[in-house]
């Protein structure tokens, strides 16, 4: 399992200045929320020292993240925990519900559109509810978001066809850029996925891997509408993409969880074990 890694932990350091921030954060969506929230600076630094990086690197990227209101540090005796702020953990569960969650559903075959009628600046807010935009006042989706476009004018539009509803889509949406995201994760990890299905992993190996893999996907699916499936290409990356991360993150998942179980430990003890919604990630 070290080759299959070694490239992997390359890829990521590939990418100057090394991130060390953003993987504490997909480490932590990943691993410690779904446990609990809290981790021992020393269970952290076990972990990322086997991504080759160095503490000093990891003991100023956290306090930034603190800084940032991301996180929360304390200290009892010699070591320091750290858990998410009530922000950040709000931040965490929408990632989570994109990263893990299922395909979107079926399409009714009408788009919701809204004028933003002089608001412009709800556009980020809508953005983040789904909504892609057609011009400068006008935001699109393939379905109304709950309390989205609250008091504005609201049309609903319905394509004559397939094609034109795609071109639509291609238009409002970065469809182009998200499918090529996706296609670098495929290249990425499929010796991984061709490796796993043979000989899974063991050990700290697993949640290295585990951690690799969704912090690189996250780098795609985080950028991605989640249209429905008569919305996008018929070739459509992100279907494949999905399927492969599933599929290592189920081999690789009962080896990562028993090395946490041995050796994460927070302010009171072990690591608790993960809530029942973990069983449910890439389920459907």
Same mark, same amino acid.
């Given at each position: 399992?070290?080759?299959?890694?070694? *490239?992997?932990?390359?890829?990521?350091?590939?990418?100057? *200045?090394?991130?060390?921030?953003?993987? $504490?954060?997909?480490?932590?969506?990943?691993?410690?929320?779904?446990?609990?929230?809290? /981790?021992?600076? &020393?269970?952290?630094?076990?972990?990322?020292?086997?991504?080759?990086?160095?503490?000093?690197? !990891?003991?100023?990227?956290? +306090?930034?993240?603190?800084?940032?209101?991301?996180? &929360?540090?304390?200290?009892?005796?010699?070591?320091?925990?750290?858990? /998410?702020?009530? +922000?950040?953990?709000?931040?965490?569960?929408?990632?989570?519900?994109?990263?893990?969650?299922?395909?979107?559903?079926?399409?009714?075959?009408?788009?919701?559109?809204? $004028?933003?009628?002089?608001?412009?600046?709800?556009?980020?807010?809508?953005?983040? %509810?789904?909504?892609? +935009?057609?011009?400068?006042?006008?935001?699109?989706?393939?379905?109304?978001?709950?309390?989205?476009?609250?008091?504005?004018?609201?049309?609903?539009?319905?394509?004559?066809?397939?094609? =034109?509803?795609?071109?639509?889509?291609?238009?409002?949406?970065? !469809?182009? &850029? $998200?499918?090529?995201?996706?296609?670098?994760?495929?290249?990425?990890?499929?010796?991984?996925?061709? %490796?796993?299905?043979?000989? *899974?992993?063991?050990?700290?190996?697993?949640?290295?891997?585990?951690?690799?893999?969704?912090? &690189?996907?996250?780098?795609?699916?985080?950028?991605?509408? /989640?249209?429905?499936?008569?919305?996008?290409?018929?070739?459509?990356?992100? %279907?494949?993409?999905?399927?492969?991360?599933? =599929?290592?993150?189920?081999? !690789?998942?009962?080896?990562?969880?028993?090395?946490?179980? %041995?050796?994460?430990?927070?302010?009171?003890?072990?690591?608790? *074990?993960?809530?029942?919604?973990?069983? =449910?990630?890439?389920?459907?």
């Amino acid at each position: 399992m070290p080759d299959l890694l070694a *490239p992997l932990i390359d890829h990521f350091h590939a990418r100057t *200045p090394i991130r060390a921030g953003s993987l $504490v954060v997909t480490l932590f969506g990943d691993a410690v929320v779904p446990r609990g929230g809290v /981790l021992s600076l &020393e269970s952290l630094l076990a972990i990322t020292r086997a991504f080759r990086i160095g503490d000093g690197v !990891v003991r100023t990227a956290l +306090s930034r993240l603190v800084a940032d209101n991301w996180f &929360e540090r304390w200290k009892l005796g010699r070591n320091s925990f750290y858990r /998410l702020t009530d +922000s950040g953990a709000a931040a965490f569960a929408r990632a989570t519900a994109r990263i893990y969650g299922p395909p979107a559903p079926a399409w009714s075959g009408t788009f919701d559109l809204l $004028v933003l009628d002089g608001a412009g600046d709800l556009r980020v807010e809508l953005a983040g %509810a789904g909504y892609g +935009s057609l011009g400068p006042d006008l935001m699109i989706a393939a379905m109304p978001a709950a309390g989205a476009g609250e008091g504005m004018l609201r049309l609903a539009a319905r394509p004559d066809d397939a094609v =034109t509803a795609r071109r639509l889509a291609a238009r409002a949406w970065p !469809v182009a &850029e $998200v499918a090529e995201r996706y296609v670098r994760f495929d290249a990425t990890f499929a010796a991984a996925g061709a %490796a796993v299905a043979a000989h *899974p992993p063991s050990g700290l190996d697993a949640l290295v891997l585990r951690i690799l893999l969704i912090h &690189e996907y996250r780098r795609a699916v985080l950028k991605d509408p /989640l249209l429905p499936a008569d919305l996008l290409p018929e070739d459509w990356p992100g %279907a494949a993409a999905r399927d492969l991360c599933a =599929t290592i993150y189920r081999a !690789v998942a009962p080896a990562a969880e028993a090395w946490l179980d %041995a050796n994460a430990t927070t302010d009171s003890g072990p690591l608790p *074990p993960p809530g029942p919604d973990f069983a =449910t990630r890439f389920a459907a």
